[in-house]
């Protein structure tokens, strides 16, 4: 791996080999010190050059997130909407709106607009959005409510520690394909309207006609089913599998 040694100002991949080293000699206590975060992002929120409302565009409006994320489930990265999108309808739709200015002059002059960007994982973890969007893992997961914020901050913390706790309980965030972008909805919590959901039958389910479940229980029955149907296995003690 000769480009590790090529950041000079970035130590982190010396100390994943470091981390490396000692779990081969054994050294665990090293590995837990390093996976204990050392800092969170947590309500990062940025002022924007446009007060754009998610509350509004997603959530009133409800232009499913991928109209203007369209690589998320594509690309590796997911992508923000160009000046043209928003033209569509502003070219209508509160035209003359002073809180719009900043958008007509990226339009016009084809620069777009510059926004702050908020999460960012390190050069040094791999991540890609569109495999966890096609295995059926929400955004709320990693995002939070977008849907509910008028301006929006970094909801959950992204660290080490929060990608491998799912990834060693998958089945706590697996959810319908059509269901991703689709921030408010849980799993349904009776039995029968469960299993159809999943066209199947309560008893091949392990559970009885009838049952009301609580709402963990059926997100749990939910995602082994599809854990199982969608063979989902997530890196966890892999370490290559996020740090290539
Ligand atoms: C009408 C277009 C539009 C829709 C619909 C939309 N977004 Fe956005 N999104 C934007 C724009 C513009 C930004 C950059 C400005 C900002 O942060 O508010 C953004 C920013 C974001 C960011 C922060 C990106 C960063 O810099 O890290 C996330 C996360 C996000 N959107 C998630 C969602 C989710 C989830 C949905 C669906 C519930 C959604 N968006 C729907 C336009 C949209
Ligand atoms: C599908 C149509 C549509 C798209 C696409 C769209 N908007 Fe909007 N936007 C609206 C509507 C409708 C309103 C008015 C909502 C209201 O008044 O309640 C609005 C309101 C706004 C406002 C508030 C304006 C004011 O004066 O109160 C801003 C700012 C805004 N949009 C920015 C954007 C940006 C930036 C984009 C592109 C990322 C975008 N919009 C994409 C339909 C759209
Ligand atoms: C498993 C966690 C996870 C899920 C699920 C997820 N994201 Fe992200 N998102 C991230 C991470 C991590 C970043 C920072 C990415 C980076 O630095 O490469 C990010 C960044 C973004 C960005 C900023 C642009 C970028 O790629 O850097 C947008 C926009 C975004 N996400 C939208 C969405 C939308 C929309 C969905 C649902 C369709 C979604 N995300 C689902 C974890 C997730
Ligand atoms: C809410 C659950 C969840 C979270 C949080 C999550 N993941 Fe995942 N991840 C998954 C699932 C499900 C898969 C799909 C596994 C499969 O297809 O077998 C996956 C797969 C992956 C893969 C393998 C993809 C490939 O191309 O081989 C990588 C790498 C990965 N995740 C990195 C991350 C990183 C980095 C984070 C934290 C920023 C993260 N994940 C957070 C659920 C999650
Ligand atoms: C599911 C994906 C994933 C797996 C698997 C994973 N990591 Fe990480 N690791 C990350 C992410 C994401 C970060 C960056 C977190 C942040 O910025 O807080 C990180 C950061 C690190 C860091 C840097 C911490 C610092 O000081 O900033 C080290 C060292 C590390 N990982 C070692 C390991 C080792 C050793 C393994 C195997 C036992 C491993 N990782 C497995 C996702 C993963």
Redesign the pocket.
Known sequence: MPQIFQRGANL?PL??L???G??ATGAVGA?WY??T????KVGYQPSQPIPFSHKVHAGQLNIDCRFCHSFADSGAHSNLPSTQLCMGCHTQVQKDSPKLEPLRQGWASGKGVPWVQIHK??D????NHSVHINRGVSCVECHGRVDQMDVVYQAK????????E??RAPENALRPLDKVTDLGWKAPTQADELASLLGTTPDKLKLKAGDQLTPGKAQKVMGEHFKVQRGVL??????????R
């Not at 975060?37 to 969170?40: D, G, L």
């Open positions: 982190v100390k994943i470091l981390v490396l000692a779990l590995v390093y996976f975060p050392e800092y969170t994982t390190p040094h973890a791999y991540f913390s992204l660290t080490m520690n929060f990608c491998l799912c990834h997530p890196p966890d003690s892999n370490c290559a599998g996020c740090h």
